[in-house]
């Protein structure tokens, strides 16, 4: 036993280190961090409660291929993903975020990988390192939005396809991968064909994809994935009738937002898209914190210089007719950069460009290590340590209590503490999403008593379910029902009669 462990190299102690570092970040007090609770999280997490305990989606849609939520819909991977959990644990808040941080876990593995075969395995644990302590990733690892699944499933797609030129049977991991991102994001749909296409005819190019049964899988593999959203998008072009069976739904969306995607104001939108990798913000706090940027804001210089080395790279590969996966990384970003001038994007709408501008901040380092002086990494990597350890203290400290009012902390034990309570229940400045998880409210029950205030329409509004009625005026309260009411709200309530109980940002009055 002891002169095996003397044969494993000291490398491999760091790789081992820096994973279990890096997940450690992304899994430690999750239900805590952030503080509170996002709404579509909580659509997320109600949705895969009604496929837990009902095996159909909140609008009776059996294990949909595309959730209704909203009336525009959502992708359904996540709630796919979190329904076990909610079957073994309950309605726990860890419960939403733990899909997306394990993703988020993998990923790392899956950079060192890649990296190790582009370049080597001191490579492979620079890059691993690098985004184990990136704000965004950290950020978009530690909360359950279903989009933020897609840039992860990308990079294993990527990841597979890179191991599949040398070994073939790789192939059909990456389909699978590439298959399961179609279901964690829409918006994507219309760059996993080109970047498939593309990479494809690379490999076929260099001889390193042939017409043999791991291609035919593969291939396979990827239809079957692609087949119901093709269905998916009959229906809602009213082409075909939706479909309902006992194992699978294509619905009907009340609405379809197609029109988001599309070359009108093509320049304004990519201005957009560079502002936002510019100022590394798109003034949403839950995206990104305005002291550290998504990647901290000295890196832009390192992806620059990192552009321009892998192009470098990809050109001399090219003139030496070597094969390298090195082009597939500029693919990515050239990809995702398109699609940002199709959609009008903020951070998590084009989450697809910053995994490949990670790429790009990773040859930076690696090119400033060959290029400039060979001991200038250890340096660069001291530095992000250090920004890591400010932004760790930030996180956890100041922005913890700044998100939690924008994720409305207290608000899941104000919920459940007023179902305690008899009679009707009014709320205000809730989303209903979050009372749907809070109180778990039946599936049925819930489609028997709700209230639309705008149906149908893109973003269902609702007035009333069940004993929640959302919306109501001061001057009419009655003792007989209990409010949900902002903390700032309780010395009213009390004066008029009512028993307070308060949760952080919320009190009940009773």
Not at 341 to 363: A, K, Q, T
Not at 393 to 409: L, P, S
Not at 494 to 509: C, D, P, S, T, Y
Request: aromatic share 18%; with cysteine.
């Amino acid at each position: 036993m002891q002169n095996k462990l003397k044969e494993i190299k000291p490398i491999t102690y760091l790789i081992i280190a820096v994973f279990l570092f890096g997940s450690l970040i992304r899994l430690l007090g999750l239900s805590n961090y952030p503080a509170g609770l996002n709404q579509d999280e909580a659509f997320s997490g109600y949705e895969a409660y009604c496929l837990a305990t009902t095996g159909a989606d909140s609008f009776e849609y059996k294990n949909p291929v595309y959730l209704t939520v909203w009336g525009s819909g959502q992708s359904a991977l996540n709630s796919y993903l979190i329904a076990p959990l909610i079957k073994i644990f309950g309605m726990k808040t860890f419960c939403i975020r733990l899909p997306q941080a394990i993703v988020g876990c993998m990923s790392l593995l899956a950079i060192y990988l890649l990296f190790k075969k582009l370049l080597d395995e001191k490579a492979g644990l620079i890059a691993m390192f690098i985004l184990a302590v990136m704000p965004w990733h950290i950020m978009e690892s530690r909360w359950g939005l279903d989009c933020n699944l897609a840039p992860e499933f990308l990079l294993f797609g990527l990841c597979f396809f890179v191991y599949g030129m040398e070994k073939p049977k790789y192939y059909i991991g990456s389909a699978i991968m590439y298959g399961l991102s179609l279901y964690s994001y829409a918006t994507i749909w219309p760059i996993v064909p080109v970047i498939l296409l593309i990479q494809i005819i690379y490999a076929a190019y260099y001889k390193k994809i042939q017409l043999d049964k791991y291609f035919i899988v593969s291939a396979g593999i990827v239809t079957l994935f692609a087949l119901p959203l093709l269905l998916f998008l009959l229906v809602n072009k009213d082409i075909i009738n939706e479909i309902k069976t006992p194992v699978i739904s294509i619905p009907k969306l009340l609405y379809m937002r197609e029109s988001e995607i599309s070359f009108d104001n093509f320049f304004h939108k990519l201005q957009n898209l560079a502002s936002i990798i510019w100022n590394q913000s798109d003034g949403l706090p839950w995206n990104a914190t305005e002291p550290f940027g998504l990647f901290y804001n000295f890196s832009l210089l390192f992806a620059g210089i990192g552009l321009i080395y892998m192009i470098y790279i990809i050109i001399k590969n090219f003139r030496k007719k070597e094969c390298n996966g090195t082009i597939f990384l500029l693919l990515n970003l050239l990809v995702a950069i398109f699609l940002g001038c199709l959609i009008e994007v903020n951070i998590n709408r084009i989450n697809s460009v910053f995994i490949p501008i990670i790429f790009c901040i990773i040859w930076g380092i690696i090119a400033c290590g060959k290029l400039i002086w060979k001991y200038s990494i250890y340096f660069l990597v001291l530095l992000y340590f250090i920004s890591f350890l400010k932004f760790g203290h930030y996180y956890v400290t100041d922005y913890n209590k700044e998100i939690g009012f924008y994720f409305q902390a207290g608000i899941q034990d104000a919920i459940k503490f007023a179902t305690l309570q008899e009679g009707d229940i009014y709320i205000n400045n809730v989303s209903y999403t979050k009372v749907l998880y809070c109180s778990q409210t039946d599936p049925k029950l819930y489609r028997q008593t709700v209230q639309y205030t705008n149906y149908p329409s893109a973003f269902l509004d609702v007035s009333s379910f069940d004993r929640f009625h959302f919306g109501y005026d001061i001057n009419q309260i009655t003792l007989d029902a209990t409010y949900i009411i902002d903390i700032s709200e309780k010395d009213a309530y009390q004066g008029l009669g009512f028993r307070i109980q308060e949760f952080q940002n919320f009190a009940v009055a009773y």
